[in-house]
Nanobody, 121 residues
Framework: QVQLGEFGGGLVQPGGSLRLSCEAS????????MGWYRQAPGNQRELVAV???????NYVDSVKGRFTISRDNAKNTVYLQMNSLKPEDTAVYYC???????????????WGQGTQVTVSS
C-alpha cells in the first residue's frame, strides 16, 4: 500500500509564504517525477510544478519566480516553497508522484488527499 501524505496548507495574507511537503510512504521500489497540482473552485486541476528524480524542474508561468519545488530522494518527499502569495493562488493543492511500488514493475500515478491554501487579508 502506497500513500502520499501532505502537510503545510493554511491561511496566509497576501505577500506571505507557506511551505507544503508531501511524503510518499509504503512499499516503494522507485520514485520518478513528483509534482504539485492545484484546483480552485470552478476550475480544472492544473499543474503547478514538477521535479524529476534528477532534480530538473518546471513551473506554470503564473508561479515562476515565486514558488520553488524541491525534493529529498532519501525520504521520498517533495516540497513546495510558496512566496509572495496572491489571492489567486487560493486552491486545494494536491501532491502527485509517478512511482513503482512492490505490487508492480510498472509506474503508476499516486495522489495526495489535498491541502487547502487560502490567501486572504
Amino acid at each position: 500500500q502506497v500513500q502520499l501524505g501532505e502537510f503545510g496548507g493554511g491561511l496566509v495574507q497576501p505577500g506571505g509564504s507557506l511551505r507544503l511537503s508531501c511524503e510518499a510512504s509504503g512499499r516503494i521500489r522507485s520514485v520518478h517525477n513528483m509534482g504539485w497540482y492545484r484546483q480552485a473552485p470552478g476550475n480544472q486541476r492544473e499543474l503547478v510544478a514538477v521535479i524529476t528524480s534528477g532534480g530538473n524542474t518546471n513551473y506554470v508561468d503564473s508561479v515562476k519566480g515565486r514558488f520553488t519545488i524541491s525534493r529529498d530522494n532519501a525520504k521520498n518527499t517533495v516540497y513546495l516553497q510558496m512566496n509572495s502569495l496572491k489571492p489567486e493562488d487560493t486552491a486545494v493543492y494536491y501532491c502527485n508522484a509517478d512511482l513503482v511500488s512492490f505490487a508492480s514493475w510498472f509506474p503508476s500515478q499516486y495522489w495526495g488527499q489535498g491541502t487547502q491554501v487560502t490567501v486572504s487579508s
